[in-house]
């Protein structure tokens, strides 16, 4: 009898496991990029979710209201990241070769730490502003289901377009050019 019972505990613990397995592979693949990247996909315009960070970059804080009247690509990603290295370069070639049209870029550093975030800039050379969430606080709102993550902002603070991993291939590039000009408009 107690041979019986402990199989049956030990088939209920198995049934747990895989039940969990299967719910969190469901989350997984459910999660496109979040409500705001399946809005912007669906051409809706979603408003992006303000915040006010640290600014890793230079001293003070930096609030994404504050950028209103830009074109804002802001780009989430972390200094553990693999792909967000090999796409830190074109992210700093945009802001070269647009800032001057009032296209800014952010970097927004997450669940890193702040001394490997300023090693991971210095390393690219980025000179554009880069803003710290250590715990990943501001990620919620966007959606963001990994890294890196990239949302072209229009000027009125809307999100024209997002791209779920970096933004390497040239296909991708060309879209990204492509949301930038739309979210700077006419």
């Known amino acids: 009898m107690a ?3 402990k199989l049956v505990a030990q088939g209920v613990a198995v049934g747990l496991v895989v039940l969990l397995f299967v719910l969190l592979v469901w989350t997984l693949l459910a999660d496109e990029g979040g409500d705001l ?3 912007a996909a669906r051409g809706e315009r979603p408003s992006a979710p303000d915040f006010t960070l640290e600014r890793l970059d ?3 804080e930096l609030t ?3 950028l209103q009247g830009k074109a804002v690509v802001l780009n989430v990603w972390a200094s553990w990241c693999i792909p967000c290295k090999d796409e830190a370069p074109f992210l700093e070639e945009v802001w070269q070769r647009d800032r001057e049209r009032g296209v800014v870029v952010v970097g927004l550093d997450a669940k890193d730490f702040r001394a490997d975030a300023r090693r991971f800039a210095k390393r690219f ?3 554009f502003p880069i803003v710290y969430d250590g715990p990943g ?3 919620g709102g966007y959606g963001v289901t990994g890294f ?3 949302f072209v902002i229009d000027r009125e603070g809307k999100v024209v377009r997002a791209f779920a991993g970096a933004v390497n291939a040239k296909e991708d590039r060309a879209l990204l050019r ?3 000009e739309q979210a700077l408009g006419p």
């Open 148 to 150: 890196p993550e990239t």
């Open 178 to 180: 492509a949301a930038i």
């Open 3 to 5: 041979r019986r019972a």
């Open 137 to 139: 606080d501001s990620l």
């Open 58 to 60: 230079e001293d003070g």
């Open 64 to 66: 994404l209201s504050s």
């Open 125 to 127: 050379g980025l000179t």
């Open 37 to 39: 990247a399946a809005a």
